[in-house]
Nanobody
Framework: QVQLVESGGGLVQAGGSLRLSCAAS????????MSWFRQAPGKARVFVSA????????NYAGSVEGRFTISRDNAKNTVYLQMNSLKPEDTAVYYC???????????????WGQGTQVTVSS
């Protein structure tokens, strides 16, 4: 069992930056692929970024490529999402997820956090 707790969300102006963190419980964190998804009001949850268990592979949605960076610190059981050059369309609740597969598919992830709100004003 893995419990995930996101933090770092907030209100930021367009062009600004935020760093999201996702702290995981349990001693098996390093064996899981981790990802970030987001859900805007009235829209489906969509993939943002994923990182393999070792951190050696990363993947990004086209809409965030070049602006967001995913990383992980297995010693701290934490995954991060550095978000730069934020746009109003990045406004959403951001969720981290853990699973055995390194994938963009939400259904493949077994554990989810409660989400953290990111609001980007224009």
């Amino acid at each position: 069992q893995v419990q995930l707790v996101e933090s770092g969300g907030g209100l930021v102006q367009a062009g600004g930056s935020l760093r999201l963190s996702c702290a995981a419980s349990g001693r098996t964190f390093s064996s899981y692929a981790m990802s970030w998804f987001r859900q805007a009001p009235g829209k489906a949850r969509v993939f943002v970024s994923a990182i393999s268990w070792s951190g050696g592979s990363t993947n990004y949605a086209g809409s965030v490529e070049g602006r967001f960076t995913i990383s992980r610190d297995n010693a701290k059981n934490t995954v991060y999402l550095q978000m730069n050059s934020l746009k109003p369309e990045d406004t959403a609740v951001y969720y981290c997820a853990a699973g055995n597969l390194y994938t963009r598919v939400a259904g493949a992830y077994d554990y989810w956090g409660q989400g953290t709100q990111v609001t980007v004003s224009s």
